[in-house]
């Protein structure tokens, strides 16, 4: 297993890895130990990002063309989003995450997505 990313929470004493046998691992600093191993996706997990807020929210982004938002009481998901067929490397979202997600892959594309919290399915391609 390879790590390919890894993030702090905004508490400073969680982290959350990535790694290329598609699960997602949270870790307590505190305890010096693995928390939970979610099985994420299908794919590598590429890239990360905890909501800035409470860390209620952690994001994840996979080479299965897909995005996650994960609930942190119980890790479930709460959203699922699929950029189509493309390995997504990177993404970033707004401090509220929930009004702006860009996604960039492999393609040489970044998709943008608006409010991923609420119902809304809105995308589109800023920059092919």
Same mark, same amino acid.
């Given at each position: 297993?390879?790590?390919? @990313? %890894?993030?702090?929470?905004?508490?400073?004493?969680? +982290? *959350? @890895?990535?790694?290329?046998?598609?699960? +997602?691992?949270?870790?307590?600093?505190?305890?010096?130990?693995?928390?939970?191993?979610?099985?994420? =996706?299908?794919? *590598?997990?590429? #890239?990360? =990002?905890?909501?800035?807020? #409470?860390? /209620?929210?952690?994001? !994840?982004? !996979?080479? #299965?063309?897909?995005?996650?938002?994960?609930?942190?009481?119980?890790?479930?998901?709460?959203?699922?989003?699929? *950029?189509?067929?493309?390995?997504? $490397?990177?993404?970033? %979202?707004?401090?509220?995450?929930?009004? +702006?997600?860009? *996604?960039?892959?492999?393609?040489?594309?970044?998709? /943008?997505? $608006?409010? +991923?919290?609420?119902?809304? /399915?809105?995308?589109?391609?800023?920059?092919?």
């Amino acid at each position: 297993m390879r790590i390919s @990313t %890894i993030k702090f929470s905004p508490n400073c004493y969680q +982290i *959350a @890895t990535g790694s290329d046998d598609n699960t +997602i691992k949270t870790w307590d600093l505190r305890k010096k130990g693995s928390l939970y191993t979610i099985p994420a =996706h299908n794919k *590598a997990i590429s #890239d990360l =990002h905890w909501e800035n807020n #409470d860390s /209620k929210f952690l994001l !994840s982004c !996979s080479f #299965d063309g897909t995005f996650k938002l994960w609930n942190n009481r119980d890790w479930s998901v709460v959203k699922s989003y699929n *950029a189509g067929d493309t390995k997504l $490397s990177s993404i970033s %979202i707004t401090k509220d995450c929930k009004n +702006i997600l860009l *996604a960039c892959s492999n393609d040489r594309t970044v998709k /943008k997505w $608006s409010n +991923i919290k609420e119902n809304s /399915k809105e995308n589109q391609m800023i920059i092919d």
